[in-house]
């Protein structure tokens, strides 16, 4: 009677397992990366990454969608973290969607920080970012496209909240117009955060412009971020890009960060090969003080999808 039991209890646990894995969507890649420059600067040049996307949900009654998502990855380290990216997302019916990240989310001002035309990396890749505003965990996200216009909201309810909100607007063949604003209470000193961007597409160029205002409320603690960039696909596979930015500290002992960058991609079916060059002067000025430095470095990454 027992060994009847365990058959019958094996054969309804497979079957679960099949039910499972079939309603389970799995996406993911892996790429490895050289990097160089700064004169030859010692260490290990070689380095990669990897991640498994598992995707699930389905269709409530009402005609509302529930979707959950996690990432299987190496980038957080430790093995208390490899599972990274969790969020739950809430189709509403015709409504937006209501996104809870209970990990490794960005609110509307890290999702807007720099919204240049680039073929594969920004132009202050490897410096200094502007601001990303309050992208944490367990922070609620929605949007919602109304015509030409779509909008975007963020809310972390902890402690002093912080909430951010953003629009796109496409209302002009070619022209997108984004904003965004909000105030970040993650530390002790609030930032308020102003974005502004514009991108206009001709043909396969794309050009764009952008400026972003972080205000402190700690003393000399200001940044200003403008930046422009073009980009053009020379073929369906295949994209070039130059980008200028500039960090502006309010501090008056504290350099100005400049960065110029260069980047190519191709695609050849689930292979992409993308590089960049990029030239930082004063990198991370803003961490160190007055430090009148000039880094020039680049990176060479082949990567696969699936």
């Not at 309804?12 to 050289?34: Q, R």
């Not at 949900?57 to 009402?62: A, F, K, P, S, V």
């Not at 993650?186 to 400026?211: E, R």
Request: proline share 1%; aromatic share 8%.
């Amino acid at each position: 009677m027992n060994k009847i039991k365990k058959i019958g209890l094996t054969a309804l646990a497979a079957s679960l397992v099949t039910v499972s894995a079939n309603a389970v969507d799995i996406s993911g890649g892996s790429s490895i990366s050289y990097n160089g420059g700064n004169d030859g600067e010692q260490g290990n040049p070689w380095s990669m990454t990897d991640s498994l996307v598992f995707t699930w949900g389905g269709e409530l009654d009402n005609g509302m969608t529930v979707d959950m998502n996690f990432k299987l990855d190496n980038s957080d380290g430790t093995a208390a973290k490899v599972l990274d990216n969790r969020s739950l997302a809430l189709g509403l019916n015709g409504g937006g969607t209501l996104t809870f990240w209970g990990q490794s989310g960005s609110g509307v001002v890290g999702s807007f920080d720099d919204k240049m035309p680039t073929a594969y990396e920004e132009s202050w890749y490897t410096a200094d970012s502007p601001n990303q505003g309050h992208s944490t965990s367990n922070m609620f996200y929605y949007t919602n496209t109304l015509d030409a216009v779509t909008i975007h909201a963020s809310h972390t309810p902890v402690g002093a909240a912080s909430t951010e909100v953003g629009a796109v607007v496409t209302a002009i063949d070619n022209l997108e117009l984004g904003i965004a604003i909000g105030e970040d209470n993650a530390t002790s000193a609030a930032v308020d955060n102003t974005i502004m961007y514009a991108k206009y597409t001709i043909g396969g160029a794309t050009l764009g412009v952008q400026s972003n205002d972080a205000d402190s409320s700690a003393a000399n603690s200001d940044e200003t971020f403008t930046a422009w960039g073009v980009s053009y696909a020379v073929s369906e596979d295949m994209s070039i890009s130059y980008g200028y930015s500039e960090i502006d500290y309010e501090t008056s002992t504290t350099l100005s960060q400049e960065a110029t960058g260069i980047s190519a991609s191709y695609t050849m079916g689930s292979m992409t090969l993308a590089g960049t060059v990029n030239d930082i002067t004063n990198q991370g000025s803003g961490a160190t003080g007055n430090t009148d430095t000039n880094a020039e470095t680049f990176e060479i990454n082949l990567a696969f999808a699936f």
